[in-house]
């Protein structure tokens, strides 16, 4: 049986190596991820970071978003550690990530939708659209969106419970690549494996989420992180391979490709 590729969320964050950090996503590879998730803020003059807005106080303990403070005040920043002591750490511009991972693994730019023309044109500077994943929600506006801006890159669709659009998307101006689908339950039609087998036919690809936010946002019908770190990964990754899902994303790297070697063999 084919795997899937294996999306890192934000790196591989553990101990004193926070998220988003250029560390993080060192040890993501030093895991197995194939592809490393990140997120992308805008400060007040313009500036393009990594990091996820609105978590400045957990991340930052700063009571000051990203979006209200300039450049120079960014670089001042600093991460705290799981245990929310200090580290060395700043918080990366967009154009560093992107060259330190030039030609090393495929990126998933998330928040893309946030600021698209700046994303975009930063991701060009570097010659990466063939390296890059963007996604926004499928709307016809966001659609017409990506075509006007970023026709040139990957382009994942994020969708719940249903896909209606997919086999319209391939006669369009996109590069469209297939579908993030997220489902809270296992009857949903982007759960099922036709829905994987038909995408596939179509040449297009299917996302999964096995990442867990809180337990109020349910991503993949309970079959996650948790539900596989905790000792029924069968009943957690499994369930995704079982369908022939393309990608993964979790917080588990090194143990998700741990499991899929043991698959394997």
């Known amino acids: 049986m084919k795997m899937p590729k294996i999306a890192a969320h934000r ?7 926070p998220c988003n950090t250029w560390i993080a996503f060192e ?47 960014v670089r ?47 991701v060009r500077r570097h010659a990466m659209q063939d390296q890059v994943i963007i996604k926004t929600n499928a709307t016809e506006d966001w659609f017409r969106r990506v075509e006007s801006v970023a ?19 391939r006669r369009r101006n996109l590069r469209y690549i297939g579908t993030e689908a997220n489902f809270a339950l296992d009857t949903a039609s982007v759960a099922q494996k036709a829905y994987i087998d038909r995408m596939h036919a179509l040449g297009l690809i299917v996302w999964y989420n096995s990442i867990v936010f809180d337990y109020h946002t ?9 539900v596989s770190v905790a000792g029924n990964p069968d009943e957690g990754w499994g ?3 079982d369908r022939e899902v393309d990608i993964i994303q979790t917080d ?3 143990l998700l490709r741990r499991y899929m070697d043991q698959r394997a063999t």
């Not at 003059?45 to 700063?62: C, K, N, R």
């Not at 511009?93 to 928040?111: A, G, T, W």
């Not at 349910?218 to 948790?226: E, K, T």
């Open 252 to 254: 588990w790297p090194w």
């Open 76 to 122: 001042e920043l600093r991460y705290v550690n799981m245990d929310r002591c200090a580290t060395e750490l700043g918080v990366s511009l967009l154009d560093d990530q992107l060259e330190r991972l030039k030609d090393r693994c495929v990126i998933n730019i998330d928040k893309f939708f946030e600021w698209p023309e700046e994303i975009a044109a930063c």
């Open 218 to 226: 349910v991503l993949a019908g309970g079959h996650n992180d948790d």
């Open 27 to 73: 040890a993501a590879l030093a895991c197995g991820a194939d592809i490393v998730e990140l997120d992308v803020t805008r400060c007040a003059d313009g500036t393009l970071f990594v990091f996820h807005p609105g978590m400045e106080p957990a991340h930052l303990l700063s009571p000051k978003g990203i979006c209200e403070m300039t450049a120079d005040e």
């Open 151 to 169: 026709p040139d890159m990957p382009y994942l669709a994020m969708t719940t419970d249903r896909d209606d659009f997919s086999e319209s998307l």
């Open 11 to 17: 790196g591989c964050a553990a101990g004193n190596i």
């Open 239 to 241: 369930w995704m391979i």
